[in-house]
Nanobody, 120 residues
């Protein structure tokens, strides 16, 4: 059974960088078939894909966030992380990490989500 758990600060000030980590158990993040995604849901809105890192370490990002976000991994600890710079209150959301078989946008395992609020 694959399990994912997000961790990071719940409150970030505007213009700062948001950093979140996802710890994966029950499966390796280096397995080639799987893509490891970050997804968020702003209050009152739908899910928004942020980006992913593949089993081989390649990355892809949502075009509107490209330049502000980066996703990396720590294979020794089976973790992957995202950083979102220059945050504004519009970045307030519940942030999820998830596993996406094949990279087709259909995640099969999700973390429970973590609330991040951007406020001074």
């Amino acid at each position: 059974q694959v399990q994912l758990q997000e961790s990071g600060p719940g409150l970030v000030k505007p213009s700062q960088t948001l950093s979140l980590t996802c710890t994966v158990s029950g499966g390796s993040i280096t397995t080639n078939y799987y893509y490891w995604s970050w997804i968020r849901q702003p209050p009152g809105k739908g899910l928004e894909w942020i980006g992913y890192i593949s089993g081989s370490g390649g990355t892809r990002y949502r075009p509107s966030l490209k330049g502000r976000t980066s996703i990396s991994r720590d294979t020794s600890n089976n973790q992957f992380s995202q950083q979102l710079s220059s945050v504004t209150p519009e970045d307030t959301a519940v942030y999820y990490c998830a596993r996406d078989p094949g990279g087709w946008g259909q995640s099969d395992y999700w973390g429970q989500g973590t609330q991040v609020t951007v406020s001074s």
